[in-house]
Nanobody, 124 residues
Framework: QVPLVESGGGLVQAGGSLRLSCTAS????????MGWFRQAPGKNRELLAA????????YYPDSVKGRFAISRDSAKNTVYLQMNSLKPEDTAVYYC?????????????????WGQGTQVTVSS
């Protein structure tokens, strides 16, 4: 088990920025690939960004490429999601997740640990 706690969500105006943080407990943070997801009401959970165990590789779907950036700080057991140029359609609950099996995980099913989520609301 690796408890994950997200923070940094909130209300922001369209065009603004937010940085989400996800802190993991335990000493094995660097052995997990990490990812950020979101889920809006009535929609499927969507992968936003993924980062490899050592942080050397990242993945973004075209829908957020250029606006979102994932990074990790192993000394702080934390993974970040920097979100810029936010739009009202970015409104959702945002989750971080950890994969214990894969060095890089770009599929939802590849993740086995999830945080509780943090709400992001973008006003127009």
């Amino acid at each position: 088990q690796v408890p994950l706690v997200e923070s940094g969500g909130g209300l922001v105006q369209a065009g603004g920025s937010l940085r989400l943080s996800c802190t993991a407990s335990g000493r094995t943070f660097s052995t997990y690939a990490m990812g950020w997801f979101r889920q809006a009401p009535g929609k499927n959970r969507e992968l936003l960004a993924a980062i490899s165990r050592r942080g050397s590789s990242t993945y973004y779907p075209d829908s957020v490429k250029g606006r979102f950036a994932i990074s990790r700080d192993s000394a702080k057991n934390t993974v970040y999601l920097q979100m810029n140029s936010l739009k009202p359609e970015d409104t959702a609950v945002y989750y971080c997740a950890a994969s214990s099996v894969y060095n890089m995980a770009s599929i939802t099913d590849n993740y086995d640990y999830w945080g509780q989520g943090t709400q992001v609301t973008v006003s127009s």
